[in-house]
């Protein structure tokens, strides 16, 4: 059998562009020079592809074409709406979020308290789910602001969003719910109307759409204070050429991922129990981090005593990449804020690697990344591993 030899599993940080996302970058090009918001025949068309893959991600996930703003990712569409909120509700108004957020939700919430929004952050269980954030409603304050995202980057945790959002509409329907859905859309069924929240943050890299390609959705009748100025376009929201080539990609790749979902998950949960049975069987001792109910492609384990660094880069060597937390916190020792808070030790914490599995994942693959796993967790282990 023919192994692959560079080995991929860092899907959760960014994920195989799709063919057909490539496609219809070229298609989109092809179709010649153009602002989509010139009134000539190069623009309209142009504007066409924009407005085509805008009706696609809002049909594909339960939205109006008008609630789609596209973005660069989903650090600025989380920074949109969380400011935009914030603005909205007022000075000093309130703020709720927890700290398994990403740091694109966490830096945002830090800087709106530091100019005075009185911030809670709840902690969540060790299962890293926060199963209820009106516990920290305030009584009788201005309406503000909650956030919660929809799947967690290093864990897979799935937060109960729908749950919080129908509570918040029918207790506190003046206070808006953001949630950050970049880990969960293209690997769960999202239906943004249904989680009864006011704006989701989604980024096209997770699913095999091209780096550079997001969106938010906001909600009809909630107004947002855009970040840049300068121009009409998306409403005033996020002014800006827009790109058409990007967000055909987007839409493309949405489409065929969301068409996949069910046998996704199946193929996802398999190589997730295969990964855990061939560790059992080859004695390698390790502790899953993280909810066994979340999303099945992201795996986060703890080999006792191995340090998360070293572990990567070792694999590196064997040219298996893999991260340590989550990509954006690699690099640095700093213990994951995501794990800290779900209460974990600090070994357990600095030695916990993540594997995430992506639309292309093979059983070769996988087969193969884990006889070069077990090869270096043995040598690093030292023959400690027990
Ligand atoms: N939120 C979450 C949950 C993420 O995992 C990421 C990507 N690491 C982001 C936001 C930021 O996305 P982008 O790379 O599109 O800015």
């Known amino acids: ?33 153009g602002n989509p918001a010139s009134t000539h025949h190069a623009g309209r068309a142009q504007r066409r592809i924009l407005e085509d893959a805008r009706d696609k991600v809002a049909s594909l996930l339960g939205a109006f074409p008008d609630e789609v703003v596209f973005t660069s990712g989903a650090t600025e569409a989380n920074n949109l709406a969380l400011l935009g909120h914030a603005a909205a509700a007022g000075p000093n108004s309130p703020l709720i979020g927890s700290p398994v957020e990403h740091k694109s939700v966490l830096q945002v919430l830090c800087e709106l ?26 009584t009788g304050a201005n309406p503000g602001t909650v956030t919660l995202q929809l799947a967690n980057q290093e864990t897979g945790a799935l937060q109960p969003v729908g749950k919080l959002g129908k509570q918040l509409a029918s207790t506190h329907p003046a206070w808006r719910l953001h949630t950050d859905a970049t880990q969960a859309v293209g690997k769960i069924r999202v239906d943004f109307h249904s989680l009864f929240v006011h704006t989701l943050s989604l980024s096209g890299h997770k699913w095999g759409g ?79 981090n993280g909810s066994p109910e979340g999303l099945p492609h992201i795996l986060n384990l703890s080999f006792g005593g191995i340090r998360a660094d070293l572990l990567v880069m070792a694999l590196d060597l064997e040219q ?10 690699s690099g640095s020792i700093l213990p994951s804020s995501v794990l800290t808070s779900m209460g974990l030790s600090k070994d357990r914490i600095l030695s916990s690697i993540r594997i995430s599995l992506g639309h292309d994942t093979t059983p070769e693959i996988v087969d193969e990344a884990l006889v070069r796993l077990i090869r270096v967790v043995r040598r690093l282990g030292g023959g400690g591993l027990s």
């Open 210 to 288: 091209p780096i550079g390609a997001g969106a938010l959705l906001v909600r009809r009748g909630w107004p947002l204070r855009a970040l840049c100025h300068g121009g009409e376009q998306q409403d005033g929201r996020r002014p800006g050429t827009e790109s058409s080539m990007l967000a055909a990609a987007l839409a493309v790749a949405l489409s065929e991922a969301v068409a996949d979902l069910d046998a996704f998950q199946t193929r996802a949960s398999a190589f997730r129990q295969t990964i855990l049975n061939t560790l059992k069987q080859n004695a390698v001792p390790y502790e899953i």
């Open 113 to 138: 308290a530091k100019a005075g929004h009185p911030l809670t952050l709840v902690s969540p269980n060790p299962e890293g789910i926060v199963p209820d954030l009106t516990c920290a409603l305030p």
């Open 320 to 329: 298996v990449a893999i991260s340590a937390g989550s990509a954006c916190t």
């Open 1 to 33: 059998m023919k192994y692959p030899t560079a080995i991929y599993l860092d899907h959760a940080a960014s994920s195989t562009l799709r063919e057909s996302a490539s496609k219809a970058m070229v298609e989109a090009w092809q179709k010649g020079p």
